[in-house]
């Protein structure tokens, strides 16, 4: 059974910086892209950044120049380093992971993590 474990929320004054990691254990299985998305209250989720398994990253453009995705393939883990972090960044930041098992392709989630950014 595959699982995300996310870690590394929390909260912080505008301006300041948090590091998300989520880790996806188990067996059988390899991970295409990873990627990390934030739901806030009452919005829907959306998309904050996302990394192919070659390194090729995308970002949200409220958070360009702002936060770096990143992985490492031998842990399996996947980063977001947040920087200079505004109010409106206040969410539950979601880990994703895009799995193949075989023949079968399919999408897992993290648990989600708290984000709170104070003005």
Known sequence: QVQLVESGGGLVQAG????LSCA???????INAMGWYRQAPGKQRELVAT???????NYADS????FTISRDNAKN????QMNSLEPEDTA????NAHLRR??????DWGQG???TVSS
Do not use: D, H, P
């Open 16 to 19: 300041g910086s948090l590091r």
């Open 24 to 30: 996806v254990s188990g067996s059988g299985f390899a």
């Open 51 to 57: 990394i192919t398994s070659g390194g090729s990253t």
């Open 63 to 66: 958070v360009k120049g702002r």
């Open 77 to 80: 883990t996947v980063y977001l």
């Open 92 to 95: 539950v930041y979601y880990c």
């Open 102 to 107: 075989g023949n079968v392709e399919y999408n």
């Open 113 to 115: 993590t708290q984000v």
